[in-house]
């Protein structure tokens, strides 16, 4: 799992997620009710990244393209995080492209970073 440290914020009156470098990505409604400022860990598995045609979520720049038979496995720059995707598809990429990457947000976890604990 791809985690990455941050705290909760606020966005268009909506919970987000801020990362340590800024970076804001979506959280579902289930954690409307945490307060913005509360250090909490985010989390995502690698193949449930999606690949987006155009700025939705969020970009990050291509590390390194492994080809592995029937999936690829991409490691990416998130601001000072490295994480790793792993898609169906083929990606063309090279390194230092951006890529536009989607989150469904029902498949997003978020730790108590302090316990470390799913909330």
Do not use: C, W
């Amino acid at each position: 799992m791809n985690l990455i440290e941050g705290k909760i914020g606020e966005a268009d009156g909506r919970r987000v997620f801020v990362s340590g470098s800024g970076t804001l990505l979506p959280l579902p409604d289930k954690y409307r009710a945490l307060l913005p400022g509360r250090d909490v860990t985010y989390g995502i598995r690698p193949e449930h990244l999606v690949v987006s045609p155009g700025p939705t979520a969020f970009a990050a720049a291509i590390d390194l393209v492994k080809p592995m038979g029937s999936e690829t496995q991409v490691v990416l720059s998130l601001g000072n995080y490295k994480i790793v995707g792993m898609f169906r598809e083929r990606i063309a990429g090279k390194t230092g492209d951006m890529i536009f990457l989607d989150l469904p947000v029902e498949k997003i976890s978020v730790f108590d970073s302090g316990t470390g604990k799913r909330i």
